[in-house]
């Protein structure tokens, strides 16, 4: 397995991930349990953060110098199954900005097709958290880096819960300096591009919609 992908064994993530995958999880649960999982994706993804400043604060008892982050990265969500995910990365990083991209594959054309595009104006060199929970083709996932990289972004770290093992080689063939971290990779993908055994469609679960 590539060193580019970080798969997060962690029981309590499997633990949230099994719940993820129950038909039976209502929408409400759903939803908790992705913006959980989101928190835990981006705790591992920012354990390499480098960009930090020492500055003094007053504590109850003295003085302290405390580290503060500086830089901080934008949280980009891929429309609409990636706003499921925002929510936890940026309580985990409040100081983040965000970003959106809504791309779709288009079945008629075989290409994909870009819709919506909108990022913070100071994006240029900046690190990117790219949000999707699930990666079956990775077209539209390998589209959006494509954009990203136009605006001369920072390293890019994906974050999703599954990625299909057709999805993470052809991502990784593209872009092999982009680094994924998942909870799981499907070995199996049926014909209409869904992971199996996977979770559904995770934008219909989140937000109750077909």
């Not at 993820?20 to 409400?28: F, I, M, P, Q």
């Not at 003085?63 to 949280?75: C, D, H, I, Q």
């Not at 985990?92 to 290409?111: C, E, L, T």
Request: glycine share 6%; hydrophobic share 40%.
């Amino acid at each position: 397995m590539s060193k580019n992908l970080i798969e997060l064994h962690h029981p309590l993530l499997l633990h949230k991930l099994g719940h993820l995958r129950d038909k039976n999880t209502n929408s409400s649960d759903f939803r908790n349990l992705m913006t959980e999982i989101s928190k835990l994706l981006a705790y591992e993804a920012m354990r390499d953060w480098k960009n930090i400043e020492l500055v003094t604060v007053e504590t109850p008892l003295s003085l302290s110098k405390v580290e503060r982050m500086t830089n901080p990265p934008v949280a980009v969500a891929i429309l609409r199954a990636g706003n499921g995910m925002l929510e936890g990365v940026l309580s985990m990083i409040p100081v983040a900005s965000s970003g959106f991209i809504g791309i779709y594959r288009d079945k008629f054309i075989q290409n994909t097709v870009e819709y919506y595009f909108k990022l913070p104006k100071d994006v240029e060199g900046r690190s990117i958290l790219l949000c999707d929970p699930l990666i079956a083709t990775a077209d539209t996932m390998i589209a959006a880096i494509d954009r990203l990289k136009s605006y001369h972004v920072g390293p890019i770290k994906v974050l999703s819960v599954l990625v299909s093992d057709h999805a993470l080689k052809r991502l990784l063939h593209f872009h092999p300096d982009v680094k994924i971290y998942a909870l799981n990779v499907e070995k199996e993908m049926t014909e209409n591009g869904y992971l199996v055994p996977g979770l559904g469609d995770a934008g219909d679960r989140l937000y109750q919609t077909k």
